[in-house]
T-cell receptor
């Protein structure tokens, strides 16, 4: 069965650089979620999209932006990276506000 | 926002033991899921259980939505059960904000 695909799996960036994370949801899923998980912490909600429109917003820094494209894939853009942005970033998708499935995550390291 | 608390925060078991993990939430929910995060960081779906009881092999879960809690039972634990267990809820009236609990870190030893 198709799963949520995230790319890249690992990313190393320097401070003040920009990063773009990509997410390909499960086909026919209408909702995409983005989460950030720091070491030893629970996943924190960043932002979600329903049918390509922003649906809900969490504690997402102003330096971050996200969008969902016509083919339903989503991108999380992160600018002016800081050391504290180092984390595991998850994307998830669901259909009709039912069970959400998560990708394998992108591990971002800012040096 | 909704508060989701899990207990215990940490648990050490010997292989073969049984355990019960609890998830309490502060508001009514439409959805509730249990996940296992393995040592490689993957979030694996265990149960989608807004209400009622489900079983899958050695695992079972019960959600009593009216009393705002859910339980995850692990029987005959194995070392591969080690990792962090999260519950996550979708508060009633919100469209797409799945809120995670604080997690239970489980270590199963030989």
């Amino acid at each position: 069965a198709a799963g949520v695909i995230q790319s890249p799996r690992h990313l190393i960036k320097e401070k003040r650089e920009t990063a773009t994370l990509k997410c390909y949801p499960i086909p026919r899923h209408d909702t995409v979620y983005w989460y950030q998980q720091g070491p030893g912490q629970d996943p924190q909600f960043l932002i979600s999209f329903y049918e390509k429109m922003q649906s809900d917003k969490g504690s997402i820094p102003d330096r971050f932006s996200a969008q969902q494209f016509s083919d339903y894939h989503s991108e999380l853009n992160m600018s002016s990276l800081e050391l504290g942005d180092s984390a595991l970033y998850f994307c998830a998708s669901s259909r009709d506000i039912t069970e959400a499935f998560f990708g394998q995550g992108t591990r971002l390291t800012v040096v | 926002g909704i508060q989701v608390e899990q207990s215990p925060p940490d648990l050490i078991l010997q292989e073969g033991a049984n355990s019960t993990l609890r998830c309490n939430f502060s508001d009514s929910v439409n959805n509730l899921q249990w996940f296992h995060q393995n040592p490689w960081g993957q979030l694996i779906n265990l149960f989608y259980i807004p209400s009622g009881t489900k079983q899958n092999g050695r695992l079972s879960a019960t959600t009593v939505a009216t009393e705002r809690y859910s339980l995850l039972y692990i029987s005959s634990s194995q070392t591969t059960d080690s990792g962090v267990y999260f519950c996550a809820v979708l508060r009633t009236g919100t469209a797409s904000k799945l809120t995670f609990g604080t997690g239970t870190r489980l270590q199963v030893t030989l």
